[in-house]
């Protein structure tokens, strides 16, 4: 079971080459020097990137022979999409019931902007 | 539109006393009074990171006469779920598609430890 580490995970993606690196693992596993290539950063960049996305556990990375090799983890951005959902959802739910008891108010009791939509 | 910057969002995100301040904003709009008293910050603390989700258009906030009301902005939740699971969906395309070279393909050609799963 992969851990889930919503400040980590967070952290990871407020980043836009990690982002990148994450499109990029979309296209496959890739070795840490070809993730490098594209992004024109050192690979000592690249390496301390790659550190910070496993930690978050959206990717994994396996030596195969002298290069590592790292895959995307889906689970974790499936996990990240639940957590967000989650709570737009119940909002959703909430602002159904908002609606239904303005429904029943007096016009005058309602605040001048109403709610947000 | 609420513009929609990834950087922001995740950033804001990646802070437990921040998601905690959206999950409080699922019941419903609050003042920064009100965020504030749970957590046991001061209030100086919550405006900072009111105005760090208010960067991200996570919430908006309106003033009310001595008050400001803060509301969940569930727009931009939707659209950092979307960017999540555009990832998700692709990643699962290319995962079917690689399972579907690797049954062409001649065992000793094969990785070995295969794809993770």
């Known amino acids: 079971m992969v851990q889930f580490d919503e400040d980590a995970v967070f952290r990871a993606l407020a980043d ?3 982002r990148a690196m994450l499109e990029r ?3 496959g596993p890739a070795s840490v020097t070809a993730l490098a290539e594209p992004f024109g950063v050192s690979l000592t960049a690249i390496t301390q990137h790659v550190r910070l996305l496993e930690h978050a556990a959206l ?3 396996v030596k195969d022979g002298r290069q590592r090799i790292c895959s995307l983890e889906r689970t974790t951005l499936q996990r990240a ?3 967000l959902a989650e709570r737009r ?3 959703d ?3 159904d019931r908002l609606e239904q008891h303005l429904d029943h108010t ?3 009791n309602r605040s001048p902007k109403g709610p947000t939509r």
Do not use: A, H, N
């Open 93 to 95: 739910k909430r602002l």
């Open 16 to 18: 836009p080459t990690r």
């Open 59 to 61: 990717i994994t990375s």
């Open 25 to 27: 693992l979309d296209d």
């Open 81 to 83: 999409e639940d957590w």
């Open 89 to 91: 959802v119940r909002w």
């Open 106 to 108: 007096e016009p005058t």
